[in-house]
């Protein structure tokens, strides 16, 4: 029998009841109460005005770079710092410090699931919490002691019950960082469209658990370094995507490539900024590492060596204004300076596809939405 609110009336109603027709008349009342339930749990749709009655509100992380309950990467080549730069923000949400100039709107716990770079970890974090005068036994920033394997279910719940142990007492994650994704990937391949899918619905699984943001740092493409390593499953199931590029003069550039419910935020310019430990190596001397420091766009100057389609490309890109070009413009008039030495036009699309590609690769040129932007620089032809 279930518990009950009655009215006034509905008590007195009982009060002539025998003891059979009340539990009769409860149970039409909890079949009633049961079917109600039902209807508002089952599979249903809403009209439209409905659904636009009010406006859903963004639930901002660091506003406009990262929002709450997404799933979001950060990848490059080799030594581009994409773990120094995922460290540096995950320490900023933990610490509620200002991320290069951005506040971060939901402070709170973060956990780093490291796979790699054990060694220098610590280095890191030290050197960012020196050079932010903040005290680390203050901070909410939790670094896992081996990768996880989130293709194995039961590694998946080891995670979830270290994070709950550590959730007790200092609240679930707003961020859980996951570097690199090989490292954490598990028994399977990236490469494969299926591993690639449980791998997401592993992350998805920790994600809807917390309703908190996953950051995956992962390595850029083998050969074909303007995108992400592996299946493309990942890309399509992405809500943020950010591209990190070491320059020739040794800045960093960070560009988004996928926003899928915002538009793409500014590109932001980064260098490597050396610090001294208190720390002393077997010799004496101080250990070191850096931080990552924002700089303006007009500090990122470097002479870049360019010839044939790059040359081309670049020359065409700057042209057309160099600021906010749009790709069929800029394709078009790459193919009438001659890019490529053919009329096939399928010879000119690859030709200013791999000149693209390359100018990327230095730094010189970034996309958002479809329009693009060149990165003023000094031009040699000779390499």
């Not at 901002?60 to 799933?71: A, G, H, S």
């Not at 900023?92 to 060694?119: D, K, L, M, R």
């Not at 005290?135 to 194995?152: G, N, Q």
Request: aromatic share 8%; glycine share 8%; charged share 30%.
């Amino acid at each position: 029998m279930i518990a009950q609110t009655l009215s006034a009336e509905q008590l007195n109603e009982f009060e002539q009841m025998n003891s059979e027709d009340m539990e009769e008349r409860l149970a039409i009342m909890s079949e009633g109460t049961a079917t109600a339930k039902e209807k508002i749990n089952r599979f249903h749709f809403l009209s439209a005005d409905e659904l636009c009655l009010e406006r859903k509100k963004a639930d901002w992380l660091v506003k406009p770079y990262l929002d709450r309950d997404t799933l979001g990467t950060i990848f490059g080549d080799a030594g581009s710092g994409k773990s120094f730069l995922a460290t540096d923000l995950g320490l900023c949400v933990a610490s509620n410090h200002q991320w290069h100039g951005f506040q971060i709107n939901q402070p709170g716990t973060v956990f780093y699931i490291a796979g790699e770079g054990f060694g220098g970890l610590n280095r890191r974090i030290k050197a960012w919490a020196d050079k932010h005068e903040c005290e680390l036994a203050k901070i909410p920033f939790y670094v896992s002691d081996r990768p996880a394997r989130i293709l194995d279910p039961a590694s998946v719940q080891e995670v979830q019950q270290a994070i709950d142990e550590l959730s007790e007492r200092h609240g679930n994650p707003v961020l859980i960082i996951v570097d690199t994704l090989n490292r954490n990937f598990g028994p399977g391949d990236e490469n494969s469209t299926g591993d690639m899918t449980r791998f997401i619905s592993g992350l998805d699984e920790i994600r809807v658990r917390y309703k908190c943001t996953i950051l995956i740092v992962h390595h850029s493409g083998l050969t074909a370094t303007d995108r992400a390593r592996g299946a493309s499953a990942l890309r399509a199931a992405l809500d943020w995507e950010y591209r990190l590029t070491k320059n020739a003069d040794g800045t960093r550039t960070l560009t988004c490539t996928k926003a899928k419910d915002y538009g793409e935020p500014e590109p932001l310019n980064f260098e490597m900024e050396a610090v001294d430990l208190e720390w002393l190596d077997d010799e004496g001397e101080p250990v070191t590492s850096c931080i990552m420091r924002r700089i303006d766009a007009s500090e990122v100057h470097e002479t870049v060596a360019l010839r044939g389609t790059k040359r081309i490309a670049y020359d065409c890109l700057i042209k057309l204004g160099g600021e906010g070009v749009d790709v069929d413009e800029w394709r078009l008039a790459c193919y009438t300076a001659g890019i490529s030495p053919t009329s096939s036009t399928e010879a000119k699309r690859k030709a200013f596809k791999r000149a693209v590609s390359e100018l990327q690769d230095h730094g010189l040129v970034s996309a958002r939405n479809d329009l693009w932007w060149a990165r003023k620089a000094d031009i040699r032809t000779n390499e």
